[in-house]
């Protein structure tokens, strides 16, 4: 199992925002968590990734317990998360955003380099001069996800990957999760559109006020009535 | 014109020192965004130290005392980074200010008992004793000495911020912390070494500029208002802002003080005003997001 997660409760401050979810997840599955806005999504991974305390319950990374890693221990073990937004780093350029990430750390080879990830990437190649706070969403998002890469990690977590990113860019965004997934990488995704993370996992969570409230594959998920009702996605015609 | 001249290179000499201070308080400032009241401590504590390395002897020990200073101070600022900043990270600024506040008093209180409440003086080695002349005007070496240093720091500065990978995690740190440790680095480390690298430069700016004035309790204070003032005429957070809000308070303060000697202190937050009446996010400062 790549990623096990038992009884996670998160608190903001005084709000219980998180109340015992359970998720597990095999080496090699592509994995969509879906939720309407303010369902928990989010800071279920910032938890797992380390960036928000876990108050209860337990993460298993690849066996070993990350529950209270910080952030970047988690990422130098393998597991990249990549938020959502505008979160590149604007003042640098593409280029030197790439090489930040790829020199980070001495991250086990796992095959992902800058050149490699420019050639799945050539428009961050021409980019490369840019300085990142001028991208367009979807410019930012190929690079937070190049970021990702370059990390080398076993494990890649996507928060929100469609958020403010025209159609055409959500698109390509569906390729680029498939050749990834091509690759055997596993892959975590957090998302709103619903029909877009089915699409391209193998399995779904619905989570709602914090807990899950529907796991199924992703094709039953899809063709659920009661969970598309839930979810607000229309029916396909 | 030989007034102007001698008069130009003071004020380069100003400007020299107030930019290695004001530079580390808005490298800390960038990265942190923490304003350290303490940061005039770590000026004054290179200052005394260096009277106390160098002693009664002329300037031979200088040298190396310079630089022991600088290390000396960034090493207490390490310290302070993992014994009080590293808890006020998410407090409000107001609760931050204070500590720093608190930190500046205890310094102060801390110097009393360490080096007396007497002014001291240390001599600047010999070969910059002198004045030396170029093209007819002659000025005090020391001057150019602490130009050049000045320079050199603010080449430095850049050079590491720009072509570096450390520089590119410091201004990494600075627009998206948590993205940059979900990338893998160790922010909490990164930030005890801007720390530390900020309190250094303030410790290297007093012990260098230690020659030239006499070193007394009050110049920590003293000296924190001047670097505030240069890093808000230059944009908070920006190098090169600090440079040019240096060189402006430098020529404000030298020209104040040889033609309005009573108006001297005004002078400069004067500019200040004026600075910020055009531009409130300061020379080459972003505007706030």
């Given at each position: 199992m790549i990623l096990d997660i038992q009884d996670l409760h998160v608190y903001y401050g005084e709000s219980h925002v998180i109340q015992g979810i359970s998720l597990e997840m095999d080496r090699g599955e592509a994995v969509a968590l879906l939720g309407r806005n303010g369902a928990?999504?989010?800071?279920?991974?910032?938890?797992v990734a380390g960036l928000t305390?876990?108050?209860?319950?337990?993460?298993?990374?690849?066996?070993?317990?990350?529950?209270?890693?910080?952030?970047?221990?988690?990422?130098?073990?393998g597991l990249s998360f990549v938020p959502s937004g505008r979160r590149a780093f604007d003042t640098l350029t593409v280029r030197q955003n790439?090489?930040?990430?790829?020199?980070?750390?001495?991250?086990?080879?796992?095959?992902?380099?800058?050149?490699?990830?420019?050639?799945?990437?050539?428009?961050?190649?021409?980019?490369?001069?840019?300085?990142?706070?001028?991208?367009?969403?979807?410019?930012?998002?190929?690079?937070?996800?190049?970021?990702?890469l370059l990390a080398n990690p076993e494990l890649l977590i996507l928060d929100e990957p469609t958020e403010g990113l025209s159609p055409a860019v959500v698109k390509d965004l569906g390729r680029w999760l498939d050749l990834l997934r091509g690759e055997g990488l596993s892959i975590l995704v957090t998302e709103q559109n619903a029909l877009f993370?089915?699409?391209?996992?193998?399995?779904?969570?619905?989570?709602?006020?914090?807990?899950?409230?529907?796991?199924?594959?992703?094709?039953?998920?899809?063709?659920?009535?009661?969970?598309?009702?839930?979810?607000?996605?229309?029916?396909?015609? | 014109m030989h007034a102007f001249v001698v008069d130009l290179v003071s004020t380069l000499s100003t400007a020299g020192y107030l930019f290695i201070v004001s530079a580390g308080l808005t490298l800390v400032f960038g990265a942190m965004r923490v304003i350290n009241l303490a940061h005039g401590s770590f000026y004054m504590y290179g200052a005394f130290l260096v009277t106390t390395l160098v002693g009664a002897s002329s300037g031979a020990r200088f040298w190396w005392a310079v630089p022991a200073c600088a290390v000396a101070i960034g090493a207490v600022g390490a310290v302070v980074e993992l014994g009080v900043m590293r808890r006020l990270y998410r407090s409000e600024?107001?609760?931050?200010?204070?500590?720093?506040?608190?930190?500046?008093?205890?310094?102060?209180?801390?110097?009393?008992?360490?080096?007396?409440?007497?002014?001291?003086?240390?001599?600047?080695?010999?070969?910059?004793?002198?004045?030396?002349?170029?093209?007819?005007a002659t000025f005090p070496s020391y001057d150019i000495a602490i130009t050049v240093v000045a320079v050199l720091v603010g080449v430095g500065l850049w050079a590491m911020l720009t072509r570096t990978v450390v520089g590119w995690r410091?201004?990494?740190?600075?627009?998206?912390?948590?993205a940059l440790a979900a990338t893998g680095t160790n922010t909490h480390?990164?930030?005890?070494?801007?720390?530390?690298?900020?309190?250094?430069?303030?410790?290297?700016?007093?012990?260098?500029?230690?020659?030239q004035t006499s070193i007394a309790p009050g110049i920590d204070q003293a000296i924190i208002v001047s670097a505030f003032i240069v890093t808000v005429i230059g944009g908070l957070g920006s190098i090169a802002g600090t440079a040019l809000g240096a060189v402006l308070i430098g020529?404000?303060?030298?020209?104040?003080?040889?033609?309005?000697?009573?108006?001297?202190?005004?002078?400069?937050?004067?500019?200040?005003?004026?600075?910020?009446?055009?531009?409130?996010w300061g020379l080459l400062g972003a505007a706030e997001r």
């Open positions: 928990g999504k989010t800071t279920t991974m910032r938890a305390p876990c108050a209860r319950g337990r993460v298993r990374f690849d066996g070993q317990d990350i529950t209270r890693w910080p952030a970047y221990r988690t990422a130098r073990r790439l090489d930040l990430a790829a020199r980070a750390w001495r991250f086990p080879r796992r095959g992902w380099d800058v050149a490699r990830v420019l050639k799945v990437f050539p428009l961050l190649e021409e980019l490369s001069g840019r300085r990142a706070g001028h991208l367009s969403g979807g410019e930012q998002q190929m690079l937070k996800i190049a970021r990702g993370a089915l699409a391209h996992a193998d399995r779904g969570y619905v989570l709602e006020k914090g807990r899950i409230r529907f796991a199924s594959d992703a094709s039953s998920l899809r063709s659920s009535d009661e969970i598309r009702s839930y979810l607000g996605v229309a029916r396909l015609a | 600024h107001l609760t931050q200010l204070l500590a720093t506040f608190g930190l500046l008093l205890i310094f102060a209180d801390l110097a009393l008992r360490l080096w007396g409440t007497g002014a001291r003086t240390v001599s600047s080695p010999s070969p910059f004793q002198g004045r030396i002349t170029i093209a007819g410091i201004r990494a740190v600075v627009s998206d912390p948590e480390l990164l930030l005890t070494v801007v720390f530390a690298l900020g309190a250094g430069l303030a410790g290297l700016a007093g012990a260098i500029v230690a020659p020529v404000a303060q030298t020209l104040g003080t040889r033609y309005a000697p009573n108006w001297a202190s005004t002078v400069i937050y004067v500019v200040l005003i004026a600075v910020l009446a055009v531009r409130p």
